[in-house]
Every structure is written in structure tokens, then in C-alpha cells.
């Protein structure tokens, strides 16, 4: 195979493909001009690419004659560029932003159930196979990652962590309504053995990430963001309890003070990070806690908010926050903190995930470095080898665009084609 060049340093060896055969569904073969290689950053020219069964086999580079014996489909995606399937790390499906404030009390509970569904097809077309839903209502998050993952619907990988939880009164609780009505979350915690309690009910019925709520937030009511709600060793009790079941604990923290005292119970992720300080920034990197700050969606909300009925509590936390977060990104990078991608689509339409990328270069990093936080970087925070890389063995999770979008970030907001598991789930190419 001399006119075959295996990638090297960023992928693995190239497997034997031994005689021409015919290979089972989820399999093919996708070409194009040009891969990003996000281990390493570079632009790699003329690659092939060759799916098994859902799977990576084998990367190629230069002409590959020695494929055209194989029996399957052949996406000849010409002067477009490969990645791999984006992620993203802070999604909440059941959630439209369309319903603010008390609007979307004109509907049942299974209205939201109902729409996972649109909101996963949506967000797997704009070229994000694999999210991390942290947070909602009813379960609807497990119900939609079995039908998903059953095939009986189209969407993302939904990594899940059921209902978010935090202290009563706090962000994660429910604070719309007068005491007459004794609404509450069912998982609130108030000790450390509150904590420990909670991490085993949601896991038994289907989280696989643990979302808590360590200060206020933006959409809640007498909460400010500022607000440290839970204690450092109420956290440390879920941290532990959720590493000894294997479960990885992302918390919602806009203020320093539960920033740092997260990170010090051993938080995996940081969700917002709004008001971090430069103690936080250092104790980021000091414990390698990633920081996954969404500042694209503040443009939507001050767009739309008050017409969806956002009330003007909230719409104000919002711009309070918004420039501040934003810094506190450019700074925590500049700083190597570790960056992942997180919009908190659900507060913006689920289906712009990708409207991001560029605020994240406004704010500091390069194209490529964005497009890192949104694949391998995301992956590693998830503890995953088989998703955010294109390299042998991994799921056949692919995306592609014309031109080059380490040069122009901005087209990966509109994304053409997307495979799946060596399924083409979008192929919008223009022919």
C-alpha cells in the first residue's frame, strides 16, 4: 500500500483490509479534500476515511485504489472539510425558550416530554452527535436516550443526568410559586447525607452524570447568581458518592465562592463559571477541573426574552452577568484553563448549539482551539475514547463543511453533512 500514507503522531495505525467484501450496515466509505486532525490542530489533505459497522476502521491519506473493491456506500464529499462529530457539553432538550416566566404553565407535563424529540433531531442536523443533557424534568432526559438509543427516534448520544439538584430554595429548586401550592423539587438536599441519597435515586433510574447546584442562578426567582447555596461539604458527600459509583459531577456555579469551594469538593465540570475570580481560575487548573461557560446564549435571551415572557428579574441577572462571564472566559483561557463546550441550548433554540463558536474566538481562542473544546476536549471531560476524535475505533461520528472552518469558524453554525454511527443522518450538500 505505498500510495497510502498513514496519519500519524494524531492517528492510530492503519488496520488490514484484507480481500473486497461486502460489509454489514453502518458501513462506509467518506473522502473529502481535507480532515481536521483536533489532536493536533493541523489540516491533513485528501482523506479517506472507512466505517464498519458503525465504527472507525481505518484513515487513510492520499489516493486509495486499494479501496475500491469494498461493497459499500461511498460519500465522495469533494473540496469540503472533515471533523469529527461536535459536542456539547451543557443542552436541556426538554426546555424552549420560546416559554418564559409562567407561559409554559398552559401546558401538561408531557408537552415537554413531546418535544425531546423535535429538539434532538435539531441538534443532531446541526452537527452535534453527542450531548450531555444536565438537568430535567420527569426523566424525560432517560426516556429520550432509550428511544434514541433503541432506534426508534433520530438524535444525539445523551449522556444524562436526569433531574439537576440542589438546596431547597435554591437554583435547582422550584421558586415560582406561593407556599399555598407546595411545589418543590423531589430531590432536594439540605446535609451531606441529603447529598449521598440523592446521587443513588437519580442514578438508579438513569442519570450518568450528576448535575447539582452549587449558587443561584438566572432563570430562577430569588436566587442571584453571586449566591453560594451549597456548602463545601454537602458537595464533597455527592462528589464522593457519585466517584464510587463512576459517575462524574458537573455543577451549575455562577458565583466565586461556589466556583472555588465546587472545584475544592472535586467537581469534574464547572457549568457558566460566571463570576469566576482569578483563585478560581488557579484552582482550575491546579485540581483539572474543566470549565464549560456558555457565553452565546445571553444574545438570545436579551433579543427574545421578553416577548417569550421572560420576567425582568431574570432578564436582568442575565445582563448583569452577561460581559463579566464573558471576560471571565477570555481570562480563565488565556490562563490554560480547560475549556469544553457547553451553550445551555434549552435557554437558546435547541438546534443553534453552533451559534457559539465564534463568541468563543471573539473571546480569545483560536477557531481550531473552539473546535477542540467541542470534540476531543469535551470527550476527555466525558471519560469517553469512543466519540470526538476521528481515529480508529472510535464511533463513525463524522460532520463536514465547505471550506475550512479552522480558518472561519462561523460554518460550522450550518453544518451540511452529518453521519452517525456510519449512518448519513443529513446530507444537505449542494449539487
Known sequence: MTSIRALTLSLLCLLPLGAAHAVDKGSAIVSAARMLDVRTGRMLDNVTVVVENGRIKQVVQGPAAELDGLDVPRYDLGDMTLLPGLIDMHVHLDSDPTYGGYTGLQFGDRFWSVLTVPHAQKTLMAGFTTVRNVGSSD???????????????????????????????????????????????????????DGRKRVREVRKYGAQVIKICATGGVFSRNTEPGQQQLSLAEMRAIVEEAHQWGLKVAAHAHGAAGIKDAIRAGVDTIEHASLIDDEGIRLAKQHGAWLSMDIYNTEYTQAEGKKNGVLEDNLRKDREVADIQREGFRKAHAAGAKMVYGTDAGVHPNGDNGKQFVWMVRYGMTPVQAIQAATINSAEALGRKDVGVVEAGRFADLVAVPGDPARDVALLESVPFVMKGGDVVKDARVK
Open 139 to 193: 426523566w424525560n432526559d432517560v426516556g429520550l436516550r432509550q428511544a434514541i438509543d433503541e432506534g426508534k427516534i433520530v438524535g444525539p448520544r445523551v449522556v444524562t443526568a436526569a433531574y439537576a439538584f440542589g438546596a431547597t430554595g435554591g437554583h435547582c429548586d422550584s421558586t415560582f410559586f406561593p407556599p399555598s401550592m407546595e411545589e418543590k423539587s423531589p430531590f432536594n438536599v439540605d446535609s451531606p447525607e
